[in-house]
């Protein structure tokens, strides 16, 4: 039996083996997106092909730590209800016996085509190789091989190859690190998505390595989004071991870019990717998790998985900043309207929740979520503070943001053991794991202004 095969039926039983275990953990979530067995982490291949969503992940399905990864796959029509489809690509062919690192997708005469780094080492020496699968029904893909190798000046941290199509060519940023240790993104262009030239770096600056590429317009703007490593904390700015941002810009004959911004200021927040959807909307999902930090200390890490996905985001751009909201059909989780009334409250509630403060009246207040994570809000400094336990010790830690001018509204999705904030409809966003003892379901408000509560479905 061919590789490929074996791979595939080996994760099949460690998801048979640890089904139980796994979906009996008090803290897998409701409906967030989490993996069947083993280790979830960057989305790839992000797309609407079809009329129907396709979300590919990173997925190491024997073991909760990283290692040879996997694409995993799901399938939507609604962006709330997610099927399991077959393993999209296994680390099977000498170009990717290490691992199908990430990667984005692409259709293209028929097919629905997704280009992926192959990663390999022989005697701890790392190879890179960008390389394509392609499909007719997008369930089941073809390796096409290898379609581009190292260039001179880099590196074999060069991957995550991110690919679009503008004005009738083809266009593909990777993620890159320069033989000087320099972090940048570079860039191929290509008439028919086979034959690709390079054009060189697109953007540097900082860091020593630069993750998950994606480069789109948005409300007249250029737009990259990438995943920064090496940036040394700067008070408020940069506190987890790795960022996500993003940098505006203008893109002619090169990419001139203004300050990094950081896309999410919660604990867990990487890897994000977006896709341009039929109904016009830049769509993001990330991961909630960042690599190597604290990783070690899950507490599902017994239960045999590790880490989970956002919820899907729409992205706009407001006066040079980038705003995510969640995507309107999340309003479908909405099961019960538990509390519609003003503030303060305090109430037990479900552990799949979503909470909305508006009308928020007050200097200060905060709303404490299982006597684990507190949201403090200060109009007189424009801070919001995020706080909780650390894994490894418990001590108090906070991640801390800053909004505009006027405070209008706060929204959480809470999940077994995940928070998802927005301020100011997604002017500020906190993404982070929470890992609240499960006997305690209390969540307090003191803060002035109109409650809503709604329980929200099981998903998964």
């Known amino acids: 039996m061919e590789k490929d095969q074996v791979l595939r039926q080996k994760a099949q039983q460690e998801v048979e083996k640890h089904q139980e275990t796994v979906t009996c953990d008090p803290y897998l979530p409701s409906y967030h997106i989490a993996p069947p067995v083993g280790l979830i982490n960057d989305p790839n291949g992000w797309i609407q092909w079809n009329g129907t969503y396709h979300l590919f992940y990173q997925w190491m399905p024997f073991k909760t730590e990283h290692g040879a990864k996997f694409w995993g796959h799901l399938s939507s029509a609604n962006l709330v209800d997610w099927k399991q489809e077959p393993i999209a690509l296994t680390p099977s062919a000498w170009f990717d016996k290490d691992g199908c690192y990430s990667g984005s997708a692409i259709s293209h005469d028929g097919q629905l085509k997704l280009f992926y780094t192959g990663n390999v080492k022989n005697n701890d ?35 995550d190859p991110k690919v679009w199509e503008q004005d009738g060519k083809f266009y593909m940023v990777i993620g890159a690190q320069t033989v000087e240790q320099k972090g940048s993104v570079v860039w191929y262009e290509s008439n028919n998505l086979q034959d690709w030239e390079f054009q060189g770096i697109l953007a540097d600056g900082f860091g020593y390595m630069w993750e998950c590429p994606d480069f789109f317009p948005l409300n007249g703007e250029d737009v990259l989004l990438f995943s920064p490593q090496g940036l040394e904390a700067d008070g408020i700015h940069y506190r987890n071991l790795f960022q996500s941002g993003y940098v505006i810009g203008n893109w002619k004959e090169r990419f001139e870019f203004g300050y990094f911004t950081e896309l999410d200021r919660g604990f867990e927040f990487y890897a994000p990717q977006t896709t341009l959807d039929e109904k016009g909307r830049r769509l993001l999902f990330g991961w909630i998790g960042v690599p190597d930090q604290k990783e070690e200390y899950h507490p599902t890490k017994k239960n045999q998985w590790i880490h989970q996905l956002t919820l899907p985001r729409e992205l706009e751009l407001k006066n040079g900043k980038i705003y995510q909201k969640p995507v309107e059909e999340l309003t479908d989780l909405r099961d019960e309207l538990l509390v519609n009334e003003y503030g303060p409250m305090t109430k037990m509630i479900p552990r799949a929740s979503e909470i909305i403060l508006d009308e928020i009246t007050g200097k200060k207040g905060y709303i404490t979520i299982f006597d684990y994570a507190t949201i403090d809000f200060n109009k007189t400094n424009r801070t919001i503070t995020l ?28 999940d077994h053991s995940s928070l998802e904030v927005f301020i100011n409809d997604g002017e500020l966003v906190f993404t982070s794991r929470m890992f609240a003892d499960t006997s305690i379901a209390t969540v307090e408000v003191q803060a002035q202004g109109k409650l809503s509560l709604w329980s929200l479905k099981q998903k998964f």
């Open 387 to 414: 706080t909780r336990p650390a894994f490894d010790n418990s001590e108090k830690e906070e991640r801390v943001g800053i909004f505009e001018s006027k405070l209008n509204n706060i929204r959480i999705f809470i």
């Open 125 to 159: 020496i790392r190879e890179t190789y960008q390389c394509l699968a392609t499909s007719t029904d997008g369930i089941h893909f073809d390796k096409k091989g290898v379609q581009i190798e190292l260039p001179d000046g880099f590196t074999a941290h060069f991957r």
